[in-house]
């Protein structure tokens, strides 16, 4: 083994995603925008109430959570339903909750910055000054507030998103109700949606029982299919949302999916394996059989992210996903091998250096701008999500030199057949062949396949390459090693025997000992007392 190398964590099956989200766009009426507004902005100050009192009770066990969210819960009630005021209080404690982890988050991020800002450590998680602070709507919009110019809007329009945001039009789903919820229901048959209003505005009604429907016809142009299964036979929870920029209202449906048996290792290293090496601007990909081979030719996907809006950026991810899985049904691939990367803690950091990585100057500005470019976090949920409805496992394994080593060993043998290939393509047959729980090195007999094979299409079996070339001393004759003992007489079987291997001996005779008496082993000494 190198020295100076770290250890290289095992490879894993990801675990599948726990629940499936499907949005669609609400056409509405003025009318209908208007109930939505006026519906949101009443739940919206209700949760924002709720969520200030939760903050204020600070940290509480499970038996507190429970008998604080009983009493809250009965206080909205009377301010709405009992369905909304369940929504409200899970929604405030899932706040709650996901901030006091921020906050943990970032004193673990000035832990590691101890030494260079020792300043921000007066705050502690969990004492009386790291008080939870959460902000409905953002604190990314609640800063530009101040700096209106400097983010290019005006005051109407800051108004207008800052409203958007705290609106509340969340209900969560119910097993045994029709079409799984009873606060906002969607119909797959007849295309409308309707929902409950809190008692205080029951006059907005336009259906019994205090409910409203929209008059524009509510369709799922993807996967509304599994949409409508779902509604028909378990819960569904639905998210009403405005986008003030676009001026659209975009209806969101969600629910858990049923548990499943989880893939494991060796399931996913039983056929084809897709290995995908992600870099700023594009995918290198590489398809390997089972037994480490290189299958077709490595392969790029281009991936241009930077200075595109989110929206954009999730098309382009999802069109690029679309072409891994794609090549995964053609070679019948089982599983598809990514790098098991987060630079969570680089973008925390910032400029403060920890451990190797650059922090300064070019070097660390281009590091910084490389981790920007890299949608790590946002490929693997999104590949787990899709691999997953296709049926492919997806394997992580430890991103620990695979660059280096693909330079090292597969690179150049790549470059002999297809000199277009770079070292990102020696990289990906690296990550797939540590996904298969093979040596990311290159054998001395070579892995490669022969070049009529290399040259053949993306789907072709290749074979596996038996080259005589050793790596470090090229087409060298070996020679064979000097014969030191005295050649063996013809027509006979046993050598001479080697006079240095005896040594001198002691002269012994039969009745007496000799000279010099090796100890005895443990069993012929038993041997001994069982004669005498």
Request: aromatic share 4%; with cysteine.
């Given at each position: ?6 250890q290289?964590a095992?490879a894993?099956v990801?675990?599948p995603?726990?629940?499936t ?6 056409r ?7 109930v939505?507004r006026?519906v ?5 100050s209700?949760a ?5 009192a ?5 940290r509480l066990d499970a038996?507190?959570?429970a008998?604080?969210?009983?009493v ?10 009992s369905r ?5 209080t899970?929604?405030?404690?899932d706040?709650y909750q996901?901030?006091?982890r921020?906050l943990?988050a970032?004193?673990?991020s000035?832990v590691a910055?101890?030494s260079r800002i020792?300043?921000?450590?007066a ?5 009386r000054a790291g008080?939870?602070?959460?902000c409905r709507?953002g604190?990314a919009?609640l ?15 800051w108004r207008e ?6 609106l509340f039009?969340t ?6 109700k ?9 119909n ?12 205080p505005l029951?006059r907005l ?11 524009c016809p509510v ?8 949409v409508?299964?779902q509604?028909a036979?378990?819960a569904v ?8 920029e676009r ?7 969600s629910?858990?999916?049923p ?6 290792l060796a399931q996913a ?10 870099n700023?601007g594009?995918l290198?990909?590489a ?5 480490g081979?290189?299958v077709?030719?490595p392969f ?10 989110a ?5 382009r991810?999802?069109a690029a ?8 049904r053609?070679d ?12 969570a803690?680089a973008?925390?950091q910032?400029?403060?250096?920890t ?6 100057g070019?070097?660390g500005r281009?590091?910084r701008?490389?981790?920007?470019g890299?949608?790590?976090a946002r490929f ?6 899709m691999?997953?409805?296709n ?12 660059s280096?080593?693909?330079a090292?060993?597969w ?16 990289a990906a047959?690296v ?9 990311a090195r290159?054998r001395?007999s070579?892995?490669?396949p022969a070049?009529e094979?290399a ?6 079996k ?6 005589g070339t ?6 060298q ?12 007489p013809?027509g ?6 080697r006079r240095?291997?005896a040594g ?5 005779d039969?009745?007496?000992?000799p ?8 069993g012929d000494?038993?041997?001994c007392?069982?004669?005498?």
């Amino acid at each position: 083994m190198v020295s100076g190398l770290r250890q290289i964590a095992g490879a894993f099956v990801v675990a599948p995603p726990a629940g499936t989200r499907v949005r669609t766009r609400l056409r509405v009426s003025g009318t209908d925008a208007a109930v939505l507004r006026e519906v949101g902005g009443y739940l919206g100050s209700l949760a924002s109430a709720d969520l200030a009192a939760r903050c204020a009770e600070g940290r509480l066990d499970a038996r507190q959570r429970a008998r604080s969210r009983q009493v809250r819960k009965q206080e909205l009630t009377a301010k709405s339903s009992s369905r909304w005021a369940g929504a409200l209080t899970r929604t405030s404690e899932d706040a709650y909750q996901l901030a006091y982890r921020n906050l943990v988050a970032e004193r673990r991020s000035l832990v590691a910055r101890i030494s260079r800002i020792e300043t921000r450590l007066a705050v502690t998680a969990g004492m009386r000054a790291g008080r939870v602070s959460v902000c409905r709507g953002g604190k990314a919009l609640l800063r530009t507030r101040s700096n209106l110019a400097d983010a290019g809007l005006t005051e109407t329009r800051w108004r207008e998103r800052w409203a958007a945001s705290r609106l509340f039009l969340t209900a969560d789903g119910e097993k045994d109700k029709a079409w799984g919820n009873e606060t906002i229901r969607w119909n797959p048959d007849q295309n409308w949606l309707e929902g409950k209003l809190p008692a205080p505005l029951a006059r907005l009604a336009n259906r019994p029982s205090g409910r409203y429907r929209l008059s524009c016809p509510v369709e799922f142009p993807y996967r509304g299919g599994d949409v409508a299964a779902q509604a028909a036979t378990g819960a569904v929870r639905y998210d009403i949302s405005f986008d003030p920029e676009r001026e659209r209202w975009y209806l969101d449906a969600s629910w858990k999916t049923p548990a499943t048996p989880p893939v494991t290792l060796a399931q996913a290293r039983q056929g084809t394996v897709i290995a995908v090496d992600v870099n700023a601007g594009h995918l290198a990909v590489a398809v390997l059989d089972p037994d480490g081979n290189q299958v077709g030719v490595p392969f790029t996907i281009d991936l241009p992210l930077a200075g595109l809006p989110a929206s954009t950026r999730d098309g382009r991810l999802r069109a690029a996903i679309t072409s891994i899985l794609s090549t995964a049904r053609e070679d019948r691939a089982s599983a598809v091998v990514i790098e098991n990367l987060n630079f969570a803690n680089a973008r925390s950091q910032g400029r403060e250096r920890t451990g190797k990585r650059p922090a300064r100057g070019r070097r660390g500005r281009a590091f910084r701008h490389q981790v920007a470019g890299l949608p790590t976090a946002r490929f693997r949920d999104r590949l787990t999500h899709m691999a997953c409805n296709n049926g492919i496992a997806v394997i992580a394994i430890d991103p620990a030199y695979t660059s280096r080593w693909g330079a090292q060993h597969w690179l150049a043998p790549l470059r002999q057949h297809h000199p277009e290939l770079t070292g990102h393509h020696a990289a990906a047959l690296v990550i797939g062949r540590r996904g298969l729980g093979l040596q990311a090195r290159r054998r001395a007999s070579g892995n490669l396949p022969a070049p009529e094979d290399a040259a053949a299409p993306a789907g072709a079996k290749s074979t596996q390459a038996r080259s005589g070339t050793h790596p470090k001393t090229g087409t060298q004759t070996r020679r064979p090693a000097t014969r030191t003992d005295p050649r063996q007489p013809p027509g006979t079987k046993t050598g001479r025997p080697r006079r240095s291997t005896a040594g001198d001996q002691a002269t012994q005779d039969r009745s007496g000992p000799p000279a010099r008496q090796d100890p005895l082993l443990p069993g012929d000494q038993e041997r001994c007392r069982v004669q005498s």
